[in-house]
């Protein structure tokens, strides 16, 4: 499939920084490949604005947002402020119109694995029934292992294609702070998923060649289709 699905711990694990790097990698080396972006349900501004603002991507608002609701809440509590039903039915054919007509989409979830997109499913039902390869995000904080765990085991439980594993500082993070806090080693170990790297922090998260620079130093032959991007260079 020529989608990646982005999803994270929680929210601001860094979900929207590992999209951008990868579609900033993907613009510099890939300009002959066509690329869309999605964020299949937004409530409220944010990374909508982020696309917009850094790539040229010509695709309407509403394509790279099918549904956006305008309280920063869960999906179907935002719907029900504006007396709307989550309609998964037009994210479904926004996506797959968008997949026929790019080489890649990247998909950015919403929250986290366990986030509710409605009453009754969560992102992780939603990356196993539409079968998205997905990468989860984890931020390098104290208490970020026991997270990975569980979204880990959330992903198994549902059967979610989970890729691996990306670590994300949030804030300014000494190799030293890293290793204490998310040592790769034990993140997995516990969790049998490999690790893709380790995203610095980033002061200006909207440097598109600092971006492209972080998603280099990614383990990128792991996450298809970049491992044939990568053999082809």
Do not use: H
Not at 25 to 49: F, H, N, T, V
Not at 52 to 71: D, G, H, N
Not at 163 to 187: A, K
């Amino acid at each position: 499939m020529n989608s990646l699905l982005i999803t994270g711990t929680d929210t601001e694990a860094g979900k929207t920084v590992l999209t951008t790097a990868l579609a900033a990698y993907w613009q510099k080396y890939c300009a002959s490949q066509s690329l869309g972006i999605m964020k299949p349900i937004q409530s409220g501004i944010g990374d909508r604005e982020v696309y917009q603002k850094l790539f040229s991507l010509s695709q309407t608002s509403e394509e790279i947002t099918p549904l956006y609701f305008q309280a920063p809440l869960a999906p179907p509590i935002a719907a029900a402020k504006e007396n709307r039903d989550v309609d998964l039915g037009i994210v479904w054919q926004a996506l797959t119109k968008l997949q026929a007509q790019r080489d890649f989409v990247l998909i950015e979830a919403l929250g986290g694995l366990g986030s509710p997109v409605t009453d009754e499913l969560t992102v992780a039902d939603l990356a196993a029934e539409w079968r998205l390869p997905t990468v989860l995000v984890v931020p390098v904080k104290l208490g970020s292992i026991s997270q990975a765990v569980a979204n880990v085991a959330l992903a198994k439980m549902t059967r979610v294609n989970l890729l691996g594993i990306v670590l994300n500082c949030t804030q300014p993070r000494t190799e030293e702070e890293v290793e204490d806090l998310t040592p790769v080693r034990m993140v997995r170990s516990l969790t049998n998923m490999p690790v893709f790297g380790c995203l610095p922090y980033l002061e200006n998260p909207l440097d598109l060649d600092k971006l492209a620079q972080v998603a280099s130093n990614l383990d990128l032959e792991q996450l298809l289709p970049f491992r044939k991007l990568i053999k082809s260079l």
